[in-house]
C-alpha cells in the first residue's frame, strides 16, 4: 500500500501506514462515539500524500476500491472490517512483523513472530534476511529464515537442536529448504549474538560467591561435562547415542539369532554384560533399551516372550559353588614307583567362544580396520 496515507474524520486528519490503520481507527472512532451512518455518514476516504483517491471505508468498517457508495451490489469489498476477517496466519505475521521496521537487505536479522491470541498465542524466533528488494511492484520479496529448534536427524537419534531453513514465498508460501542440519559453531555463536537461546542448553547456575581465603596452589577446572564437542553434543547426548548403537546392534543379533532358529537363552544376559562392557554403558540401561526395542520390533509375541525371559536378571543362572577342599589325612607314604615316560600329548585345543565373545571380537577387528583405513587414507 502506498505510505504517507491519510483520513479524515471527527474533524481531525491522521496519517496512517496502511489501509488496515485507517479501518481500525475509524472503527475504534464509530464505536466509541455510539453514532449512526445518518448522523457521521457512510464511511470515510483514504488519501495518499498528494490528497488522490486510495480507497473508501464504509461505515461497517469495509474498504472499497471506488468512490461511491456500491449501492448496486456488483462491487467487492476491497477488505473485510476488522471484526470479519479470519484469524492472522503464521505466513501474514511474518511478513506483518518484516514490514513493521525497516530492514536492511543481505544481513541476517534477528525477528521473533507471535501467532494466535489468548492461550492459543505462539511465538517463534528466527533470523531472517531479505537478499533483494521487491522488483516489479507486483510480488512480495522473498524472505529466508532460520530457525534453531529440537529435532532429530534419524528417528531412532535423541533429540537435539538442528538448524532448520525456510523461505517466504513472493506468494506468501512457507517452504523448507534443504534438510535440517547440525548447527556449526558460528550458527550457536550468531543465535546467541541475536538474543536468543539454544534450545536444550542448560541455564548455567550463578556460583556462589565465596569469602576470602589464603592463597593456595590453582587447580585445573574440572571437565565441563556440558561442553559440546565439534557437532554441538554434550557429553550426555555422546552417552546416549552409544547406548542406542548399542541397542540396535544387540537387538538385531537376538533377533537374528530367533530367526535361525539359533537363539540361546543361556547367553543372552552374559553377551549383554559383555556389550556393556565394551560400549562402557550400564548393563541394566542396556538391558531396558534393549527391551523397549524387541517390545516395538513386531517380533512375534511368543518370541518376545522368549527374550524377556532371558532378559530377566533374577532369572540368570547362579554361578557353581566351589567344591569344599578335601581334608588333608597324614599317613605314612607309600615306596615311589618308577617315573613312567612321558607320552607324548597334543596342546590342548582353545575353548570355543561363545556368540556374544564372537561378535565383540568382530567389533574389535572391524574398529582397527576402520583406524588403518583412516591412518592409509
Avoid: H
Avoid at 217 to 238: I, M, S, T
Wanted: glycine share 8%; net charge neutral; charged share 30%.
Amino acid at each position: 500500500m502506498p505510505a504517507g496515507l491519510r483520513v479524515t474524520f471527527g474533524g481531525k486528519t491522521y496519517e496512517v501506514q496502511s489501509v488496515e490503520e485507517a479501518q481500525a481507527k475509524w472503527v475504534e472512532f464509530r464505536d466509541r462515539s455510539g453514532a449512526g451512518v445518518s448522523e457521521i455518514g457512510n464511511g470515510i476516504r483514504v488519501t495518499d500524500g498528494a490528497g488522490r483517491f486510495v480507497a473508501r471505508i464504509s461505515y461497517n468498517g469495509r474498504a472499497w476500491s471506488t468512490e461511491d457508495d456500491g449501492r448496486g451490489g456488483a462491487e467487492k469489498p476491497l477488505r473485510a472490517a476488522p471484526d470479519e476477517q479470519q484469524p492472522e496466519t503464521r505466513e501474514q505475521a511474518i511478513r506483518r512483523t518484516w514490514a513493521s521496521a525497516p530492514r536492511p537487505v543481505n544481513q541476517w536479522t534477528p525477528m521473533t513472530v507471535s501467532v494466535g491470541e489468548g492461550d492459543a498465542r505462539r511465538s517463534n524466533d528466527m533470523l531472517v534476511i531479505q537478499r533483494k528488494a521487491r522488483g516489479d511492484g507486483q510480488a512480495d520479496s522473498v524472505l529466508t529464515m532460520r530457525v534453531l529448534r529440537m529435532g532429530r536427524l534419524l528417528a531412532s537419534d535423541p533429540p537435539e537442536p538442528l538448524m532448520f531453513t525456510f523461505k517466504l514465498t513472493g506468494e506468501n508460501k512457507v517452504e523448507q529448504v534443504g534438510r535440517a542440519r547440525v548447527p556449526t559453531a558460528e550458527d550457536i555463536a550468531q543465535w546467541e549474538g541475536a538474543g536468543f537461546t539454544v534450545p536444550g542448553k542448560k541455564a548455567e547456575a550463578p556460583k556462589p560467591a565465596k569469602p576470602a581465603e589464603e592463597s593456595k596452589p590453582v587447580e585445573a577446572p574440572a571437565a565441563d561435562r556440558d561442553a559440546q564437542d565439534r557437532q554441538g553434543l554434550r557429553e550426555e547426548d555422546r552417552r546416549a547415542r552409544t547406548l542406542a548403537s548399542a541397542a540396535e546392534e544387540l537387538t538385531s543379533q537376538i533377533q537374528g539369532d530367533i530367526a535361525e532358529n539359533d537363539f540361546a537363552a543361556d547367553e543372552v544376559m552374559p553377551g549383554l554384560r559383555l556389550f556393556a562392557e565394551q560400549s562402557k554403558v550400564p548393563a541394566d540401561e542396556l538391558r531396558q533399551e534393549v527391551l523397549t526395542r524387541i517390545r516395538k520390533s513386531g517380533m512375534k509375541r511368543g518370541d518376545i516372550k522368549r527374550v524377556e525371559k532371558a532378559l530377566d536378571p533374577t532369572k540368570e543362572a547362579a554361578p557353581k559353588p566351589s567344591p569344599a577342599p578335601a581334608v588333608e589325612r597324614v599317613s605314612t607314604p607309600p615306596a615311589p614307583a618308577p617315573a613312567p615316560e612321558p607320552a607324548p600329548t597334543n596342546p590342548p585345543a582353545p575353548a570355543a567362544q561363545t556368540r556374544p565373545e564372537r561378535l565383540i571380537e568382530l567389533r574389535k577387528r572391524q574398529s582397527v580396520l576402520k583406524q588403518l583405513l583412516e591412518c592409509l587414507g
